[in-house]
């Protein structure tokens, strides 16, 4: 089975996803490898310089890191390998976050540092029947707003305009990366960029030998049954099981599959008997039978339903639940909130609407609306991501059933 390395693919393994192991250097790959273990073998492929991170060879030595990279061997341009002439230590693997002594332990770290739902292929050249060459993919995803084509062949792509600022301020961090803006300035060569990506799609991006890659993810179109943020995500009859420490960074933080599902099941959205359907966007792999790593979550043309339903329902707690300071001033049977958390949610619902009402509004920023209501209602405690972007909602329902419980027991 010939391809990019020039041999016979031995195994494709897409990590940590199923029965693989986290790390290639695991000993159940041992038997791929002529020096008997996988580690050894692994640290022999990256002395012959024959390692590759999409398609970027780790320096085979020390020597030869000092060559070619001095500044430091990069993955989608981020050091994950680099020297420390003070200390004279190495900071190496994933983004450079370890230590070791020597380079080629550093070496290994890097190898060994690609995340999960990510594939490395052991590559045969010379017919022995042993990996002697190993490409490894490290890709992130984006979720495309915009594509422009420039008269010089070069392609740009954005994935939305968001008032950072002003949203962290008032919301939160709605996203975590900064590739792909109206300001980074990413340009892809037409030969780079996969000519079935379109607007509303989610794509995976790297850098290689030849500059930025853009990739459409593997879609799964069906009905969101079930799912659980970090563990799995059910369409229709089948469950893809998520994968720790991928980078959806750069995707609206309402589209990375975790926080989709949170808002998608809290408004009661998933297995709905209209059978609205939304897409799953994976990371695709050699084996179409096997499945990378959730990339991201999107509504698509049903963006619009999925965010009048959620309306509904938050104009209902906005209707039965009165504003009060302390709750003698309501009925012992009627709930309260603060006057503030009943603005607050009075707000989101109008914000939502107006979201709605513009005819410029994308598919992603009314599933933005979508989250932005479930966590005013339901708050962002319980959810990593919110906590993590900085989004401080306290929860207007949990606040209405404590009130009717003071109100009652006052």
């Not at 159940?28 to 002395?47: E, L, M, P, T």
């Not at 209501?373 to 909602?393: E, N, V, W």
Request: aromatic share 10%; hydrophobic share 40%; with cysteine.
């Amino acid at each position: 089975m010939p391809d990019s390395a020039g041999g016979t693919l031995l195994r494709a393994v897409v990590l940590n996803m199923g029965q693989e192991a986290a790390r290639i250097t695991d000993g159940r790959y041992d038997r791929y490898f002529k020096q008997g273990s996988a580690s050894a073998g692994v640290a022999a492929v990256i002395a012959a310089g024959r390692f590759s991170i999409n398609g970027l060879p780790i320096p085979a030595s020390e020597a030869d890191f000092r060559q070619r990279t001095p500044d430091g061997y990069q993955v989608n341009q981020i050091n994950w390998l680099s020297h420390d002439p003070a200390t004279g230590h190495w900071k190496a693997g994933f983004r450079a976050q370890k230590t070791a002594a020597s380079y080629d332990a550093a070496a290994l770290e890097v190898a060994t540092g690609i995340v999960a739902g990510l594939e490395v292929r052991l590559y045969d050249t010379d017919g022995d029947r042993f990996a002697d060459t190993i490409e490894a993919d490290y890709k992130e995803g984006v979720q495309v707003q915009d594509i422009i084509r420039h008269a010089d062949g070069a392609v740009c792509v954005l994935r939305g305009e968001v008032d950072t600022a002003r949203r962290m301020a008032e919301e939160g961090r709605v996203f975590d990366g900064q590739r792909f803006t109206a300001t980074s300035g990413e340009r892809i060569a037409t030969t780079n960029f996969d000519p079935q990506i379109k607007p509303g799609d989610v794509a995976l991006f790297w850098w290689g030998p030849s500059g930025w890659v853009m990739q459409r993810a593997r879609e799964v179109h069906g009905v969101f049954v079930d799912g659980s943020d970090h563990q799995s995500y059910t369409i229709d009859r089948t469950a893809y099981q998520d994968a720790m420490r991928f980078s959806r960074d750069n995707l609206f933080i309402s589209n990375r599959p975790g926080e989709f599902v949170n808002a998608q099941k809290f408004f009661g959205l998933n297995g709905n008997t209209e059978g609205l359907k939304v897409s799953l966007w994976l990371v695709p792999t050699t084996d179409p039978m096997s499945s990378g790593a959730p990339v991201g979550m999107t509504s698509g043309p049903n963006a619009r339903r999925f965010l009048s339903q959620a309306l509904v329902q938050a104009r209902r707690w906005l209707s039965e639940v009165s504003p009060s300071t302390d709750g003698t001033d309501v009925s012992t049977t009627q709930r309260w909130v603060a006057p503030t958390l009943h603005a607050q949610l009075r707000q989101a619902i109008a914000r939502a609407q107006a979201t709605m009402d513009a005819e410029v509004s994308t598919n992603s920023q009314l599933d933005y609306q979508v989250y932005l209501l479930y966590l005013t209602l339901h708050g962002s405690a319980d959810d990593i991501g919110a906590k993590f972007g900085g989004y401080r909602q306290p929860g207007f329902i949990p606040a209405a059933s404590a009130g009717l419980l003071r109100a009652a027991g006052s």
